[in-house]
């Protein structure tokens, strides 16, 4: 049978996991812990951390939780998360995961009336553990993530498929262009200053997360993924990206421009270079748009995929009926 154990510091997860969440054992940005200690610091940091790890027989899983309120848990994730998952180490086999993940969501039933997890890109062995260990749980889709697989193609051939509206504006706007585009794989402070300028100026809200994209954005420069596009106009930055390459994955977190250059696309100008960087000179197999169907993204990506958000109910906790109900209800009709 499995063993839990419960943490509520990043600083113990770190000694008790020896780095095999670190970059050098895991592929993805969004399981390693790392990135849940930016997270958290950056965005989080009124929220108490709760990760749960349950093992067996050199088997581990792991889930990241913060506890907003004092009986509901919440993914320690937000609008930079491409995805959530329990994490698995030791390659455990899918009967003996569903033994970790009962160990978990058991633990959980304890002491809390109520879970909410997102984004999900595969919600079936977590919503089915739940269920068995007793709670009311729900998963329905919630937005999604928009993906291009070149499947070796080359950059021209990728843009040769593009839509016809699309070619055409970058064409149009390429000639005679006043914008020089520029793509570094290092943060300085200037480019940051560049960067914080551009956002100000652009048609976002005011970013509640510069400090954990600076801090991203650094750690991910020490590591040589970092991709950060510009577009200037006599020098002044008026369009700006933040992506990340690595293991053949290029992920695309943040773009920027000044809404005073909506005439001359500037961005669109600067998606085209960061795309052909991306395929040809990275050679990445998959771009990731992150989240979110923005209409935009249909013209660069082929392809879509769901995420779902599980909602979990106690029972034993007569505060969570209404909410229950109320959950079942929005998810029937959609």
């Known amino acids: 049978m499995p063993t839990t154990r419960e943490y509520h510091s990043l600083a113990e997860v770190r ?47 792991w889930i990241f939780l913060m506890q907003p309120d004092a009986r509901r848990v919440s993914a320690l994730a937000n609008w930079y998360s491409f995805a959530w998952t329990a994490i698995f180490v030791g390659d455990p086999d899918a009967v003996q995961q569903a033994r970790l993940l009962d160990a978990l969501t058991r633990h959980l039933l304890a002491d809390n009336s109520q879970i909410d997890l997102y984004p999900l890109e595969h919600s079936g062995a977590l919503l089915d553990s739940l269920r068995r260990a007793g709670w009311f749980a729900l998963s329905r889709p919630m937005g999604g993530r928009h993906l291009l697989r070149p499947a070796g193609r080359d950059f021209a051939t990728y843009w040769a498929a593009r839509p016809g509206r699309l070619r055409t504006l970058v064409r149009r706007k390429t000639r005679n262009s006043p914008y020089t585009l520029s793509i570094s794989d290092r943060l300085t402070d200037d480019l940051w200053r560049d960067y914080v300028d551009v956002h100000a100026r652009s048609w976002k809200a005011a970013e509640p997360g510069l400090g954990f994209l600076r801090a991203l954005a650094e750690q991910e420069s020490a590591a040589g993924t970092l991709r950060l596009g510009f577009a200037r106009i006599d020098g002044r ?39 052909a960087q991306a395929i040809d000179g990275d050679g990445v197999g998959l771009i990731d748009y992150g989240t979110g169907d923005n209409g935009y993204k249909t013209d660069w990506m082929e392809e879509r995929i769901a995420l779902h958000r599980i909602d979990a109910f106690n029972p034993r906790y007569a505060s969570s009926w209404l909410p229950a109900a109320r959950t079942a209800i929005s998810a029937l009709v959609g």
């Open 15 to 61: 000694d008790a996991l020896h780095g095999r969440l670190d970059r050098a054992a895991v592929p993805s940005l969004f399981d390693r812990l790392d990135w849940f200690a930016l997270l958290h610091r950056d965005c989080f940091a009124d929220s108490p951390v709760r990760v749960l790890m349950a093992q067996e027989t050199g088997a581990q899983a």
């Open 237 to 275: 930055a008026v369009a700006t990206q933040l992506w990340t390459v690595e293991h053949g994955v290029a992920l695309i977190h943040k773009l920027s421009h000044d809404r005073a250059h909506d005439a001359g696309s500037p961005g669109t100008l600067l998606s085209h270079a960061m795309f």
